[in-house]
């Protein structure tokens, strides 16, 4: 008999403003047309002011222990993934966890910026399998759109923000690629890109500063280490691109995602989509692609599936999972 974290709810919270992308053609050399071309991206949702990454997170916290018919106080942990907590410290993971008024169990945050919801997904699956935990709720929540330089074109109409959560749950599996839950993961990252995508702010510059992206450099790493990150998480958990039933990727460009499917040799209508409504929101991006395909009616019970994330630092991974 194996320990297996097997996922129990999940849900999703967008802000109410949607911002289409004619909206960007007041005020920037841009156009529908070339957002959609380049990103696949049609509209976006930013949050409110005042409305902030742990508000987020908390409504979707609250749809996931709606759909998994749980209480706050039946967790054991609140983990959130997020390059944009509402301060310096303390955790956004807190914040939520107060605000779900909780009264035991313990929460922090996971940073690797859009691929955040990948390295926490894979922290709350060791706490179950070495018993830490024996129920975690890992969410992902951003508002990149508190990190757009407006006058940066070729960044500011890619992002979106939103929050996705996934409740996990210790179950016993038989140890074979039959098993309910998280099957395997592969995790990687390498600093000597760290320059390619990042923040020009922070606590040693004492400005919240801008994200600053060499795109096409991006681009050309995100297709390779996805497509290989993938494959690794796939041999580890000894299954093949033909046993996928959803691949769930990280939801940044339209490009991107077909050109990896493409080179994991997986079906192009097995491959769940929201960029074209969320734009990249970051860490949130693959709960949220979740919550609305299971929700759609998309994923179901028992579907194999693959999730792969690349973000800032570079840091990238993927996980194999059986709902
Ligand atoms: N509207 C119109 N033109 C634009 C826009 C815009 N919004 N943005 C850039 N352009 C222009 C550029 O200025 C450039 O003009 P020039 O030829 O006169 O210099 C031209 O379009 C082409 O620019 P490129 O950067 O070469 O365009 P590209 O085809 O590479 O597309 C894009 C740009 C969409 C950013 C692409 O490189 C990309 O998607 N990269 C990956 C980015 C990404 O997904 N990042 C997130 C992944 S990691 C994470 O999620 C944090």
């Not at 007041?26 to 380049?38: C, G, K, V």
């Not at 290989?228 to 339209?254: L, R």
């Not at 994991?264 to 990249?280: F, S």
Request: proline share 2%; with cysteine; hydrophobic share 45%.
């Amino acid at each position: 008999m194996t320990i297996r974290a097997v996922v129990k709810g999940v849900g999703h919270y967008l802000p109410e403003r949607i911002v289409e992308n004619s909206e960007f053609e007041a005020s920037l050399d841009t156009s529908d047309e070339w957002i959609q071309a380049r990103s696949g991206i049609k509209r976006r949702h930013f949050a409110a002011e005042g409305e902030r990454t742990s508000d987020m997170a908390t409504n979707a916290a609250q749809a996931a222990l709606a759909d998994a018919g749980l209480e706050p106080d039946d967790l054991d942990a609140v983990i959130v993934a997020t390059s944009t907590a509402d301060f310096t410290f303390p955790s956004a993971a807190t914040s939520v966890q107060s605000g779900l008024n909780m009264t035991s169990g313990f929460a922090y945050d996971v940073q690797a910026v859009c691929a955040g919801f990948v390295f926490a997904l894979s922290t709350a699956n060791a706490q179950i399998l070495s018993g830490q935990a024996k129920r975690v709720m890992v969410i992902g929540a951003e508002s990149f759109s508190r990190l757009m330089d407006w006058e940066d074109r070729a960044t500011c109409v890619l992002f979106g923000d939103g929050a996705g959560a996934v409740i996990l749950q210790a179950e016993q599996g038989e140890g074979s690629s039959d098993d309910r839950g998280i099957l395997s993961v592969d995790l990687n990252s390498d600093g000597r890109h760290r320059g390619i995508l990042y923040v020009d702010g922070g606590v040693s510059t004492g400005q919240t500063g801008y994200l600053r992206m060499q795109g096409k450099e991006v681009f050309r790493h995100a297709v390779e280490k996805l497509a290989q990150t993938a494959e690794v998480a796939m041999q580890k958990a000894g299954v093949s691109a033909e046993d996928i039933d959803w691949v769930v990727p990280h939801q940044a460009n339209i490009r991107i995602i077909n050109s990896t499917v493409k080179k994991m040799g997986v079906a192009p209508e097995k491959v769940v989509k929201t960029v074209q409504d969320h734009g990249n929101t970051s860490a949130a991006s693959i709960p949220l692609a979740l919550s609305v395909a299971k929700a759609n009616g998309q994923i179901k019970d028992n579907d194999l599936i693959v999730t792969e994330a690349i973000g800032g630092g570079l840091a990238w991974g993927a996980i194999v999972l059986r709902w």
